[in-house]
């Protein structure tokens, strides 16, 4: 089989083990069945536990399978970047030996055969799990468009067409955006919208209330004597929200944190950052979200020049 075949040629070529976070496997066709497996059986059990814990009274709190699943697994599992990379790494020791094979023709039939089942494996493994799948082909990749050393150093300006534009460094508040030198994120959906909007309009331009972004987004409403319709407006929620704060998280908390963590995983597919603890890109403290990066509107002036934003009054 061609992950036999991999093996073979790791070996040959005296390539060490893959090794991703936590997980070890003589190729990276079979690091991919480990973790994908793992990644299931964990999501299970994240899902069992936030059950009990909606009636059990032993739990404190009610939480959420994402929540569960990112605070406690994510840490040991590779990215599917990550195992994309070393999928791309094991293809191209199979063809190094596949070349040589030839060379020295030892079985074209046979070398041909598992060159066909090696391309074929290589382009179309998905990276799947619990109802969501990750194409890992080079058509379905998504490209990094930037890159920083710092979220500190990227800057985000929405346009009058609510496009977003990602620059390094970040320009001075009322300076002129070179939108020649930015490069446009498809930041797209509801929740990006409503974030974005709310940083920039922020003193700082990197700091949201809590309360009135999961109001918006419409999680699970606060314990509220104010009536739950469907077109009840944000700004009525939020009082709901503030007073539902106790010595336990409430579980809207659980989701906004897990909503925010998932909008970092979209921002990091298209800007490439630093990933370590205390790096984040996005995380909420007891009343506001915040994020490493800044954002702004972009205006234009009376000569038509546009702008990063409006200088403080």
């Not at 929540?67 to 040991?76: G, I, K, R, T």
């Not at 939108?179 to 930041?187: F, Y």
């Not at 009525?236 to 963590?261: I, K, N, V």
Request: net charge positive.
């Amino acid at each position: 089989t061609a992950c036999q075949f991999l093996s073979y040629a790791r070996a040959r070529q005296r390539q060490p083990p893959i090794a991703a976070k936590a997980y070890t496997s003589p190729t990276a066709f079979e690091l991919i069945f480990l973790v994908t497996k793992n990644a299931r059986l964990l999501w299970k059990s994240c899902k069992s536990i936030a059950r009990r814990s909606e009636y059990d009274p032993r739990y404190t709190h009610t939480t959420t399978p994402e929540q569960l699943f990112w605070d406690a697994h994510v840490e040991n599992l590779p990215t599917a970047r990550e195992m994309f990379t070393l999928l791309h790494s094991d293809h191209a020791i199979g063809l190094v030996e596949l070349d040589e094979r030839r060379r020295q023709n030892v079985g074209p039939r046979t070398a041909e055969r598992i060159d066909v089942n090696l391309r074929a494996q290589t382009v179309t493994v998905n990276v799947t799990g619990e109802g969501r799948a990750v194409n890992s082909s080079p058509e379905g990749e998504t490209k990094v468009l930037l890159t920083v050393s710092a979220w500190s150093d990227l800057g985000l300006g929405v346009d009058e067409a609510r496009k977003v534009w990602a620059i390094t460094p970040v320009p001075r508040l009322g300076s002129d955006f070179a939108r020649s030198k930015a490069v446009e994120v498809p930041l797209r959906g509801k929740r990006w919208r409503k974030l974005l909007e709310m940083l920039a309009r922020s003193a700082n331009g990197n700091e949201a209330d809590a309360f009135s972004f999961a109001a918006a987004l419409e999680l699970t409403p606060p314990r509220t004597s104010l009536p739950r319709e469907s077109r009840a407006k944000a700004e009525d929620l939020r009082p709901g929200y503030t007073a539902d704060l106790s010595l336990q998280p409430p579980p809207w908390r659980g989701e906004l944190s897990s909503a925010l963590s998932d909008l970092g995983r979209k921002l990091r597919k298209f800007v490439a950052g630093p990933t370590g603890k205390g790096d984040s890109a996005l995380w909420i403290d007891d009343k506001s979200v915040m994020s490493g990066f800044v954002v702004r509107y972009l205006f234009r002036d009376a000569d038509g020049h546009l702008k990063f934003g409006q200088p403080m009054a």
